[in-house]
């Protein structure tokens, strides 16, 4: 069974980074496509970018300037950056997989993260 | 971007109704759209793709169908574990993005 689990600091100041690491169990990150997803309290989704076992990224354009990301296969993790965050950075941020890259259709996520900005 | 209209924005129906949410896309998607439900305090989870393909172990009583801009989520048979917020998301381009949710009360 495929498992997702996103890990990292709930509180960061502004201006700083925001860093989180998606632990992936139960099938090898080589083998799909990523995603981050992001979630302000009470607001609807957003997409933040797709991120390749090969090192491979595509990511949200409103977002590109302030992020970076890795991938460690030896961990079958894959991490995100997010430089000078501003309270409007605040949401919850899921991790996730894209089952196809045809369709893009993302088909398992982890539990989700709460950061808040302050 | 291409941007989504979903509406309405929440509604509240009884156990057995029928209620369909649409979405409508601002330039042609195919049918590259997606459906998802979110319960409180829960992440997402996949409904449809593809605009009409059920998700397996998805309940036969949601359909997607699609009419050029236009994508419609239809729930038959309401059951009160269908009370959530339904999202729609185009990934026919990128950035891919999310209609503003509907959330359903029972």
């Known amino acids: 069974q495929v498992h997702l689990q996103e890990s990292g600091p709930g509180l960061v100041k502004p201006s700083e980074t925001l860093s989180l690491t998606c632990t992936v169990t139960?099938?090898?990150?080589?083998?799909?496509?990523w995603t981050w997803i992001r979630q302000p309290p009470g607001k609807g989704l957003e997409w933040i970018g797709y991120f390749y076992s090969s090192g491979r990224t595509t990511y949200n354009p409103s977002l590109e300037s302030r992020i970076s990301s890795s991938v460690d296969r030896s961990k079958n993790q894959f991490s995100l950056n997010l430089t000078s965050v501003t309270a409007a950075d605040t949401a919850v941020y899921y991790c996730a997989r894209v089952r196809s890259i045809a369709t893009r259709e993302v088909d398992i996520w982890g539990q989700g993260t709460l950061v808040t900005v302050s | 971007d291409i941007q989504i209209t979903q509406s309405p924005s929440s509604l509240s129906a009884s156990v057995g109704d029928t209620v369909t949410i649409t979405c409508r896309t601002s330039q042609t998607t195919g049918n590259s759209l997606n459906w998802y439900q979110q319960r409180p305090g829960r992440a997402p989870s996949l409904l449809i793709y593809?605009?009409?393909t059920l998700e397996v172990g998805v309940p036969v009583r949601f359909g997607g169908t699609s009419s050029g801009t236009d994508f419609t989520l239809s729930i038959s048979g309401l059951q009160p574990e269908d009370s959530a917020t339904y999202f729609c998301q185009q990934t026919y381009t990128t950035p891919p993005t999310f209609g503003g949710g509907t959330t359903v009360g029972i």
């Open positions: 139960g099938t090898s990150i080589s083998t799909y496509y």
């Open positions: 593809g605009a009409s």
